[in-house]
């Protein structure tokens, strides 16, 4: 008999910010994610207590998804944060450090809450507004049609990354790869609305970086048995292909937890071979060169197939099944008792042999704009492949969201400086005004937009783990690092001369209207994406202000 004990009562914390310990957890957070910021950032491992994988990244996605938070606001943020990037696929680490450094300054200034929220939410209103306007200085065009700007864009998010452990060739071989992958996933010749292809990315270990490599089509692991020889007796192509997403093993189990009723003097497992051996000669009669299988398929029945010159792919696996019928036009048929009917059968272009170090890959060649690539990425142990394949997945869809909305901010902290400036000058002279139109007084309207401002350029700050003094200049806002071999600002867009006067970032300094460089044949090296930082800013504080409304938080325990 089981103990019964007596459930505990739910424990009530009040006015949670209030809390040291509270405080001092999300200090901690902050100060985890801020020096993993930007292409200089330190790395983190994390590990259980128990022993298991060992993991090393810098990413928000998997620092945030790896590390459990018992404080229930942490959790929150941390949950929004992961719900951002999953969306967006960058500037989670942005998002995480602006919400923290706004509760934090907020807490600090001794501001209420109610008066920093409704502050907070018109300036952030007025960002969105100067972000998507014209006239906005921290927002460059990208071009589709040359691909500098999209290799920029790619190349500024895997240096955003060191865990990936790339060197400068690297770094650009990698983002041209991204770049190729990006484009090979759109469609050509179409009207109306069309869908983006697939890209299949395929990791190999202990291969240089600069054997990775982008292939148009399907790369599957080397069918067993299969030689050059029996590609070239295929001839030229097109060939019929046929897809079977069921198991043709011949095994009983395979039907699941059914009950079968057996005849005396049946033989199941002999009538069940027969059938899949009645399903290859029609195969063969309806001239079909390439038979896949998602699960396995009989040995006898492959030594049929393979008889007649049919090309077997077996153990395809779930995560192949949708880019294989993209790229063939195949339908999965999901029976072996049936004959494949006519409009299942698919077809490939060509068939090619690949080989990356001791791997054999077999190269689908598409018959039609079937958009589907295979990006091929070596590196030199496990933990570093596993943080570059994500980056690569993660920067093709920043590509993506691009497409939608051609234009990406300045990267390298310059769009922070800029809008923080922005905000303070423009506000200035409007003070008094939107203060009475929000009910606060005057005061607590300054104190709470140089929280904000004061935030935005805490990100800034955060790119640099050397103890070197960031700067802003006097002209055009944007980030300076001291440095004797670098002539640009952080973005790459301005060039130093020596009347550009600069201050320290973290000081007092003068209001002033940031100069606009429209007309000039700079080009910025560092961009980020337009569409993810700016949700990325507006759902920062969104969160910021629910997390300083809080007032209870109550736990059960039992």
């Known amino acids: 008999m089981s103990r019964i004990c007596k459930k505990k009562p739910a424990v009530c914390t009040d006015e949670p910010l209030s809390n040291s310990n509270i405080c001092q957890k999300m200090a901690l957070l902050r100060n985890i994610l801020s020096s993993a910021y930007g292409p200089t950032g330190r790395m983190k491992q994390i590990h259980n207590n128990v022993g298991g994988h060992v993991l090393t990244t810098s990413t928000s996605t998997a620092l945030l998804k790896r590390v459990d938070m018992s404080e229930p606001l942490l959790k929150m943020i941390s949950t929004a944060v992961q719900h951002h990037t999953t969306c967006y696929s960058d500037c989670g680490l942005f998002m995480g450090i602006f919400t923290l450094r706004l509760i934090e300054n907020t807490q600090n200034n001794g501001l209420r809450t109610a008066a920093a929220a409704k502050v907070y939410k018109h300036l952030v209103e007025e960002c969105n507004i100067y972000l998507k306007g014209d006239s906005c200085g921290c927002k460059v065009p990208v071009d589709f049609s040359s691909s500098d700007s999209i290799i920029a864009l790619a190349h500024s998010m895997i240096t955003s990354k060191p865990a990936c452990m790339l060197n400068s060739r690297e770094t650009k071989h990698i983002s041209s790869l991204i770049a190729q992958a990006f484009l090979y996933s759109i469609h050509c010749n ?4 069309s869908c983006f292809g697939r890209t299949v990315t395929i990791g190999i270990e202990s291969q240089s970086v600069s054997d990775s490599s982008v292939f148009q089509g399907l790369l599957v692991d080397v069918p067993e048995m299969l030689q050059p020889a029996d590609l070239e007796r295929l001839g030229s192509g097109p060939f019929k292909v046929v897809l079977f997403s069921v198991s043709l093993s011949g095994d009983i189990s395979e039907f699941g937890d059914v009950t079968l009723e057996i005849h005396r003097g049946v033989d199941p497992e002999h009538d069940l071979l027969q059938q899949l051996l009645k399903l290859g000669e029609q195969v063969v009669m309806d001239k079909v060169s390439l038979f896949a299988c998602q699960k396995v398929v009989h040995p006898i029945l492959q030594h049929y197939l393979r008889k007649h010159g049919v090309v077997v792919i077996e ?7 949708e880019p294989f019928v993209q790229l063939t036009g195949a339908q999965a048929i999901a029976s072996l008792c049936a004959s494949v009917p006519a409009e299942a059968f698919g077809m490939v272009k060509e068939f090619c042999l690949q080989s990356c170090g001791s791997r054999e890959l077999l190269q689908l060649l598409p018959s039609k704009d079937a958009a589907v690539s295979t990006m091929l990425l070596c590196h030199r142990n496990e933990t570093m492949l596993e943080e570059l394949k994500m980056t ?16 990406a901010l300045l990267g390298g902290g310059c769009t922070e400086t800029l809008l923080a400036t922005h905000i303070t000058h423009m506000i200035c002279s409007k003070a008094s005004k939107i203060a009475q139109a929000l009910s606060i007084s005057h005061s607590e309207f300054i104190m709470a937009v140089k929280a904000f401002c004061s935030s935005l350029q805490s990100v800034a700050l955060s790119l640099d783990h050397d103890g070197q003094d960031c700067l802003i200049d006097m002209t055009y806002a944007h980030r300076w690092v001291p440095d004797i071999y670098s002539k640009t600002c952080s973005c790459g867009l301005v060039e130093d001369r020596s009347n550009l006067e600069k201050t320290p970032l973290n000081t007092a300094y003068h209001t002033f ?24 800013l507006n759902v920062a504080v969104e969160m910021a202000n629910f997390v300083l409304d809080v007032k209870y938080v109550i736990e059960d325990i039992n």
Not at 315 to 321: F, I, P, T
Not at 392 to 407: F, M, N
């Open 190 to 193: 179409t009207s109306g609305v």
């Open 513 to 536: 209207c940031p100069v606009s460089l429209k007309n000039t044949d700079s080009q910025p090296r560092v961009l980020d994406s337009f569409s993810a930082k700016l949700n990325a």
């Open 392 to 407: 690569c997945k993660r920067a093709e869809h920043v590509l993506r969201l691009t497409l939608r909305e051609p234009c």
């Open 315 to 321: 153990r395809l696996g779930l995560a192949l099944m």
